[in-house]
């Protein structure tokens, strides 16, 4: 194979791969082409999307937040028991799932940052932290409305307004997909047009050549974890708003596909970098794949072995341009 057709498979082989799933899947399965599976795919997605776009931002700057899962799930939790068991507003289970978001990102602020624990080792300690808060809170149980606190029914309620965020619609959008992309929109512009986006991929490619070019990196990687944290939150929020209540290890699954997401997203157009518009395609590609299997009635025990496929191969595609380019 030419250099060429090389770079052609590096930049444009995952967006290929995908268009051509979505012609396979309509074809075997004429249900999968259709515009409410669309809003089904989106929707299935739209989580997964918006805390990988915040495991993205924290892999700007060379980190890697592995407490997003957790962060979910805790979040999950934080927002029942605020509505369940304290019987207060949903407009409040908002404000107390992002500030359970920020508590998380404050600890791996604190390990990364102040301490100078390597950021894998830190964001794994913080994800069994959370992990295991999220079960002495709720004694191990899930949190529902109706549920017996101290022999008697719990007070509370998820309330209409809060489980809209999760079930509702706009038009014929659901609430998940309109965040999803506002958000998705949000990062790509901060990111990408803005001083503190370049200044976090700075930080990501050489950090000592940022602190000596005049960039904060403490400071800059402080904001690429709170800013992870708030995404993880969000989804939280999202989440337990489509559930209805809090289930434990509601989150779990969460990091794999979300880490997922935001690693295809590398072979996105030969970007080779963390990028918000590689993490939607590779959020979509993942949905897409799982959706259409579901379809085929493929068991759903071989999901995760196709993921973990397709994250390898899409890492070999952009580790391997990447190499390249270092060496010419």
């Known amino acids: 194979m030419t250099a060429r057709a090389v770079a ?35 929707q299935s997605v739209a989580v997964v999307g918006v805390v990988a776009l915040g495991v993205t931002v924290s892999m700007t700057t060379g980190g890697f937040d592995l407490s997003a899962g957790a962060c979910v799930g805790f979040v999950v939790m934080v927002t029942a028991l605020t509505m369940v068991r304290f019987n207060l ?5 908002i404000v107390a799932g992002l500030i359970a978001g920020l508590v998380v990102a404050g600890i791996n602020v604190l390990l990364t940052v102040v301490a100078k624990v390597p950021d894998l080792v830190a964001t794994l300690g913080t994800m069994f932290l959370f992990q295991g808060l999220a079960l002495i809170v709720t004694s191990g149980q899930s949190v529902s409305a109706g549920m017996t606190i101290g022999g008697s029914p719990a007070p509370g309620r998820y309330t209409g307004g809060f489980v809209w965020l999760g079930g509702g619609t706009v038009g014929s959008v659901p609430v998940p997909v309109i965040v999803f992309a506002v958000l998705a929109a949000t990062v790509f512009v901060f990111l990408n047009h803005t001083r503190w986006g370049r200044a976090l991929y700075a930080i990501g490619g050489n950090a000592e050549a940022a602190r000596l070019a005049g960039i904060r990196v403490g400071r800059y990687r402080a904001t690429a974890y709170v800013i992870s944290g708030l995404c993880a939150a969000v989804g939280g929020i999202l989440l337990s708003a489509r559930l209805g209540r809090g289930d434990v290890g509601a989150g779990d699954p969460y990091l794999l596909q979300s880490v997922a997401a935001a690693l295809i997203g590398f072979a996105v ?16 590609f993942i949905g897409v794949m799982i959706n259409g299997l579901t379809m085929l009635n493929a068991p759903y025990y071989t999901q995760t072995f196709v993921q973990g496929a397709l994250l390898v191969g899409s890492l070999v595609v952009s580790y391997t341009g990447r190499r390249e380019r270092k060496t010419t």
């Open 269 to 284: 157009l030969g970007a080779n970098r963390p990028n918000a518009l590689g993490t939607v395609v590779g959020a979509l």
């Open 89 to 93: 507003t949903g407009g409040t289970a």
């Open 8 to 42: 052609l498979v590096q930049r444009y082989g995952l967006v290929v791969v995908l268009v051509a799933m979505l012609a396979v899947f309509s074809l075997v399965a004429p249900a999968f082409g259709t515009y409410g599976n669309a809003l089904i795919v989106l």
